[in-house]
């Protein structure tokens, strides 16, 4: 933290914070008052003028997530605020105005997500194609291509006879003749494209792979029409080679100028296959591709309550508002330690009941890096840091990143290029978790260039090592750089020396690229299930005594602890509805903290797994206009289909009522509005009854980003 800083915090209170910020409001300057709002509240949280004078100014600088925090914030103190309610009516409304300009160029794209999906070849599938390719020539000996050769015109005419014959013998349902004939046609003319494609499909029809795909295999790659190379990719994949169905596939979708949609999905269904099913495999769920793009489907029927799986984070940083909570800087699991959870009452305690606390207390086996900057819970998530990402951003090896740790410290307040301070980072996340995505990247390319003996990685290192990362989807459209230059700034610095003279450079594309790819996929969790309290009261267990009842009743109270946003691999492939069943809540994943995915409504095998982006509570326009705003895509899941955005126009027929009339609503739940009784039977049963009346989750939020376009 920087001296300025320090001063002022020893010198004000909650209310001088308080106060500051309503001077800097009345004046116009709402970041200095956000500012001062936002130390209000790290001194007392339960402050409501400051949720109020915070979510105002927010609103003010166009960062509506941040303002709609602070509200909900306040109503947890008084649930009946009358002014945050009228506040958060005009939020919703300045939400509207944003949206109705955007949303309904939106609503009318069609949106297919395979136009944003790349089919790269994956920089280690080299080897396993390879390996692929000697499972195709030795086990079902497939050769490419025929030797060349000039068939004579008279047995070109006799084959094509033949086929004619061939197809009217299918068309009597005698499919082994017709293999028979195709057979003998191309005798006569073994290049007969037409009779290889037909002979295939009968071969495929009976179950014959092998056979169908040996005739695909010896028509030539030129004369190879975009419907050969989809039906190749079709086999390979029935033959359990994904890496050449890819192969095929890509093929069929170049060659059909991206104009086969069919064959880019098929290629996406396969990758998501391949990649996700060894992360499934021990789970009642499977990865496939659809239009929405990668979706989680449930492989049996699952229960409200069950866990349908657990995952661990890749990438993982604190948010900025829990800066000052310890947590272990690699795994998340908190280091509360006695005097933080006591409070000042720790001192007073007596003797025997200090002692029995110290006793008792979890060991503290945390440790710090040398450079002071990053705390662990223990060695091994030190020498686990240090070999995944820590030695290439640690300040005592790289003076560079002293302003990344003293830009987590100052909660993204820095010095601007006109050297004056402000907020330079306006995410909630901490920088430090976007220097770790790199700083992985780096080892793991340095990991590899020692492995084969050189001193600078090659163009494959680095595509290898961005391995990892891949899984997570990269959405947004502006950019970013140009709006963070600082932040930007200090990591091209940080990066353009890793050690042993490796650099990384980060362009503005990569730092785009990177930053959005944060910002998709960040989920919100904590060690909430794991905290020292737990340990505690576990070896309190079978303690009796009267010290120890005192102990249990001071321990009622949950302990605070950090909320880190993490990128979950296998999570990040949920889709949002607003009528969701399943819900994200804090786990314990191989004794770390880590998220669990568990039911929040019955699922059938088969269902699609919907996670919430969102507050679900809110009404259909604003869950809209705030999906849009910060996840870029128009709802379209049951619940939206099936509830209204008001009395003038029919939810189920789409008729507009006349001027000075409005329609009735749904008596139950109040969100949607029918011009008839014939109008309301019809949605409910074509689909309102599913979502009328819904219950709620409010557990851990996805990470929403402040949006930075407005800057
Ligand atoms: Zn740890
Ligand atoms: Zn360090
Ligand atoms: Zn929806
Ligand atoms: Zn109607
Ligand atoms: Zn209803």
Redesign the pocket.
């Known amino acids: 933290m920087s001296e300025e800083v320090n001063v002022i915090i020893g010198h004000l209170d909650a209310n001088g914070f308080l106060q500051n910020s309503e001077l800097h409001f009345s004046k116009g300057d709402f970041l200095k008052a956000l500012e001062n709002a936002k130390a209000a509240l790290q001194i007392e949280n339960k402050n409501i003028k400051a949720c109020i004078i915070a979510g105002r100014s927010a609103t003010r600088l166009k960062r509506f997530d941040e303002s709609y925090y602070f509200y909900k914030e306040g109503l947890k103190i008084d649930p009946k605020n009358k002014i945050i309610a009228e506040e958060l009516i005009d939020l919703q409304k300045i939400l509207l105005d944003h949206f109705d300009k955007m949303g309904i160029e939106a609503k009318e794209q069609d949106y297919n997500a395979v136009h944003f999906c790349s089919q790269d070849v994956y920089p280690e599938d080299k080897e396993l194609f390879l390996l692929e390719k000697e499972i195709l020539e030795t086990k079902y000996k497939l050769e490419n291509r025929l030797p060349s050769m000039i068939v004579d015109p008279i047995k070109r005419k006799e084959a094509a006879q033949i086929l004619m014959k061939a197809h009217k013998i299918i068309l009597a349902g005698e499919t082994e003749d017709a293999i028979k004939q195709c057979t003998i046609a191309l005798d006569a003319d073994p290049l007969n494209i037409t009779a290889r494609q037909l002979r295939a499909r009968l071969n495929q029809e009976k179950g014959n792979i092998e056979q169908s795909l040996q005739d695909l295999y010896a028509i030539p790659k030129e004369n190879r029409s975009v419907d050969i190379w989809k039906f190749g990719g079709i086999l390979l994949h029935q033959l359990g080679l994904p890496v050449h169905a890819e192969f095929w596939y890509r093929k069929a979708t170049t060659l059909s100028q991206m104009k086969d949609i069919e064959a880019a999905m098929m290629f996406q269904k396969v990758r998501a296959e391949r990649i996700y099913g060894p992360l499934t495999i021990n789970y009642p769920i499977k990865v496939n591709f659809t239009k929405y793009g990668r979706s989680i489907f449930a492989t049996k029927g699952l229960k409200i309550g069950e866990i349908a799986f657990e995952d661990k984070p890749v990438v993982l940083g604190k948010l900025l508002q829990y800066k000052d909570i310890s947590a272990c800087d690699h795994c998340a699991a908190s280091l509360l330690t006695p005097a933080e959870y006591f409070g000042e009452k720790y001192m007073e305690f007596n003797p025997p009941l200090r002692s029995l606390i110290k006793e008792k207390w979890p060991k503290d086996e945390s440790v710090r ?6 705390v662990y819970c223990n060695a091994k998530c030190q020498n686990e840091a ?1 070999e995944q990402y ?2 290439i ?5 790289n003076v560079h990143a002293h302003a990344l740790y003293d830009l987590h410290d100052n909660a993204g307040y820095g010095l601007n290029k006109d050297g004056i301070r402000e907020e330079i980072w306006v995410p909630q996340y901490s920088p430090i978790l976007l220097a770790r995505m790199w700083a992985m990247i780096v080892m793991e390319a340095k990991r590899l260039m020692r492995k084969n003996g050189l001193s600078q990685p090659t163009f494959q290192h680095w595509a290898k090592a961005k391995t990892s990362l891949r899984k997570f989807i990269v959405f947004g459209k502006s950019n970013v750089a140009s709006k963070l230059p600082e932040v930007f700034n200090m990591m091209r610095e940080i990066f353009s020396d890793c050690g042993d003279g490796v650099k990384y450079e980060i362009t503005e594309e990569e730092f785009n690229a990177r930053y959005y790819q944060a910002t998709c996929n960040l989920q919100s969790y904590s060690s909430s299930l794991s905290t020292p309290i737990h340990g505690l009261l576990k070896n309190l267990n079978g303690v009796n005594g009267i010290t120890t009842m005192i102990l249990l009743k001071l321990t009622k109270e949950e302990p605070k602890v950090a909320t880190f946003a993490g990128m979950f691999p296998l999570h990040a492939s949920l889709n949002h509805a607003c009528d969701n069943n399943v819900e994200i809540i804090d786990g314990l994943v191989d004794g770390r903290p880590g998220v669990y995915v568990r039911v929040f409504r019955d699922l059938n095998a088969g269902d699609e797994l919907f996670t919430t982006y969102i507050d679900t509570t809110m009404p259909r326009k604003i869950r809209r206009a705030w999906l849009f705003k910060s996840f870029n895509f128009w709802c379209q899941c049951r619940r939206c289909q099936f509830e209204g955005d008001g009395p003038n126009i029919c939810t189920n027929c789409g008729k507009y009522a006349q001027e000075d009339k409005k329609f009735q609503h749904c008596g139950k739940c109040k969100k949607a509005w029918y011009c008839s009784l014939q109008c309301q039977k019809e949605a409910w049963v074509k689909g309102h009854i599913a979502i009328c009346q819904l219950q709620h989750s409010m557990v851990n939020p996805k990470t929403i980003d402040t949006d930075l376009q407005d800057r």
């Open positions: 890096c040398s450079c002071q900057r990053q240090w820590h030695q951003i640690c300040p005592n090896k």
